[in-house]
């Protein structure tokens, strides 16, 4: 089966641009994530979806950050207008269950600079 | 709250030695333990993971862990790594009353030949 599937891989914009990733989960997960991870971290989650409903958005700066997901399926995820600061890697993981104790599925991120 | 630390940022070992990474973990509820490992350029890849009953977890590519409850372990071992085994290791805790899992700093592996 296809993995998640993000696009683009890398995104080079001047500050206060604004920027859009892509995310396809794997087919018939219906719980899908949002992480950051900055340069030696590990992931922190953003926002996580349920089918079409985010049932935790507490981690996204909601002044600038948005996300969608549209029928339950795909994902995107927008910065508008992006920082400096918000130079890093935007993961995408998708599972099948609801529970955290389900594996995620991670796709290969979006690496973004902001010059 | 939960929370977990690794407390090797990099760790250097030899070609066919064996390597330990170590985690600890901290939560005041019954937790549930992943390692997940991060190749050059590629997203996280679960390696194993704990939700219960025997504390010896055994995972893809001959690594296992081992959750050691009085000591709030999960430390990852290969007896014997081999240079694709490059890469960033990442320990991560969830539990049965939260829906988020909090992922570690991550452990960076040098293989050297």
């Known amino acids: 089966e296809a993995g998640v599937v993000q696009s683009p891989r890398y995104k080079i914009i001047e500050k206060k641009q604004p920027v859009a990733f892509w995310c396809n989960p794997i087919?018939?997960?219906?719980?899908l994530y949002w992480y950051l991870q900055n340069l030696g971290q590990g992931p922190e989650l953003l926002i996580r979806y349920e089918n079409e409903e985010a049932v935790d958005d507490s981690q996204l700066p909601k002044d600038r950050f948005s996300a969608e997901r549209l029928k339950g399926v795909d994902s995107t995820l927008k910065i508008q207008p992006a920082e400096l600061g918000d130079s890093a890697v935007y993961l995408c993981?998708?599972?099948?269950?609801?529970?955290?104790?389900?594996?995620?599925?991670f796709g290969p991120g979006t690496r973004l600079t902001v010059l | 709250a939960q929370s977990v630390t690794q407390l090797d940022s990099q760790v250097p070992v030899f070609e066919e030695a064996p390597v330990e990474l170590r985690c600890n973990y901290s939560s005041s509820v019954s937790v549930y333990l992943f390692w997940y490992v991060q190749y050059p350029n590629q997203g996280l890849q679960l390696l194993l993971k704990?939700?219960?009953?025997?504390?010896l977890v055994k995972g893809i590519n001959g690594f296992e862990a081992e959750f050691n409850k009085s000591q709030t372990s999960f430390h990852l071992r290969k007896p014997s790594v081999h240079i694709s085994d490059t890469a960033e290791y990442f320990c991560a805790v969830t539990s049965n009353r939260d829906d988020k899992i909090i992922f570690g700093k991550g452990t960076r592996l040098h293989i050297l030949p």
């Open positions: 087919s018939g997960h219906n719980t």
């Open positions: 993981a998708s599972s099948r269950g609801t529970g955290s104790f389900n594996e995620q599925f």
């Open positions: 704990y939700l219960s009953g025997s504390t």
